[in-house]
């Protein structure tokens, strides 16, 4: 859908457009009724606002551009009522001498709930693909690209870890429950302190499953089932093409070579070219992170038993992983997560992508422990074609 003001703006779920630039994107916050619950002050910044002056009045009313504020209130509403990410971009021009300006920004919607309310969380980010002068040329380096990689891998990252807290709760919570009802049986019933213990211990639990079930099983629910848009893909081409573009996003500036071993050639998937864009690129991603300079990063991609298999090695560097002056493409507290020791069959969060878009595709995903100086494989794995 497009829409024109001084500005325009496309929404909608496909294709799937990039998203903002993380650290430098400003966060909005409304209500059902497009009523500013907060602002942070990168978005303030942004407009050269105060984010206090935006916090309790309607978008509508507030001081954004009013281009910006007709998208915003156009992908919050699309967001709400599909209950599931939009995303947009849109462009302004600014000023009418010569030369003009036009400034473009990506917005990212995603409906949840606060205090038991719905509200929609907006992320506004300066889009440099979008933004030209009255020359019409686009700026030489731009990461818009990495970005939306980014902003999806943490937002599966997300979903991951609040699967894990709601699994890993429930185990004690149920312990607690379960050991209530022996003391209950256990109890003198005409022992009314012991009674408002075993009543108190009853009503935490019911507490504890009820905020689980409301905040994090809600939560987590936008990626919890992923849907596919399938079509015919060239393998080869993909491989590549994410090659590429983890090079550019990161490698290239770690010193990191990636290589593709891979006798593919006209061999194709049926599958979401999005989506293994995105997973191979995490995994690109991750073993750059985890690889010291001037090491190589090597792709085996191959067909076999029906199915395609990209298997990833690179010889982990905790240091490299670890490192704050080196440039980085995911979470600080990821990376860190990622050297900590892992129960069986659970994967470091930072690949939660990975693993989702391999099981959508009825696929695996696994990984090697961590170990400083090891070589260290990651596997992704899909059939050739949907069951």
């Known amino acids: 859908m497009t829409t024109s003001f001084s500005g325009t703006v496309e929404t909608g779920r496909a294709p799937r457009p990039e998203a903002p630039v993380a650290g430098t994107d400003g966060v909005l916050v409304l209500d059902t009724a497009q009523r500013c619950l907060s602002a942070d002050t990168v978005l303030a910044h942004l407009f050269d606002l105060d984010a ?46 010569a030369p003009s300006r036009s400034r473009a920004f990506a917005i990212l919607a995603l409906p949840g709930s606060t205090g038991g309310a719905d509200t929609v969380t907006l992320i506004v980010s ?12 686009a700026p030489a380096q731009t990461d818009e690209r990495a970005a939306h990689l980014r902003a999806e891998a943490a937002l599966f990252m997300r979903d991951h870890v609040l699967g894990v807290v709601s699994h890993d709760l429930r185990g004690p919570l149920n312990a607690i429950h379960s050991w209530g009802y022996v003391l209950e049986r256990k109890v003198d019933a005409a ?43 060239a393998l080869r081409q993909l491989i590549e093409h994410a090659a590429t573009q983890a090079r550019n996003s990161l490698a290239n500036a770690r010193h990191v070579t990636l290589h593709v071993e891979s006798a593919l050639v006209e061999e194709q998937i049926s599958a979401d070219s999005e989506r293994l864009t995105q997973a191979l690129w995490l995994m690109f991603a991750f073993a750059t992170e985890a690889s ?7 792709l085996d991609a191959r067909v076999e038993g ?13 240091k490299a992983l670890l490192d704050p002056e080196l440039p ?24 939660a992508l990975s693993k989702r878009v391999a099981e959508a595709h009825g696929g695996t995903f696994e990984h090697d422990d961590f ?17």
């Open 52 to 97: 206090g002056a935006l916090e309790g009045r309607a978008l509508t009313d507030t001081a954004l551009p009013k281009p910006l504020i007709a998208v915003l209130a156009e992908v919050a509403d699309a967001a709400l009522a599909a209950g599931s990410v939009r995303r947009a971009r849109v462009s302004i021009d600014e000023g009418e001498g």
């Open 126 to 137: 300066p889009d440099s693909l979008g933004a030209t002068t009255s020359g019409g040329a």
């Open 191 to 233: 022992d009314a302190p012991a009674q408002r213990a075993l009543g108190g211990i009853r009503s935490g639990v019911e507490q504890q499953v009820k905020l689980i079930e409301q905040f994090i099983d809600t939560t987590r629910a936008e990626t919890k089932t992923l849907a596919l848009d399938r079509a015919p893909l």
């Open 292 to 298: 010291a300079a001037r090491s190589k990063v090597v």
């Open 306 to 318: 029906g199915s395609f298999s990209a298997v990833i090695t690179f010889t982990a560097s905790q």
């Open 328 to 351: 980085h493409a995911l979470e600080g507290f990821a990376r860190k997560q990622a050297t900590l020791p892992r129960e069986a069959a659970r994967i470091a969060w930072a690949l």
């Open 371 to 387: 170990a400083d100086g090891a070589t260290v494989a990651l596997k992704f794995r899909v059939p050739l074609s949907a069951a």
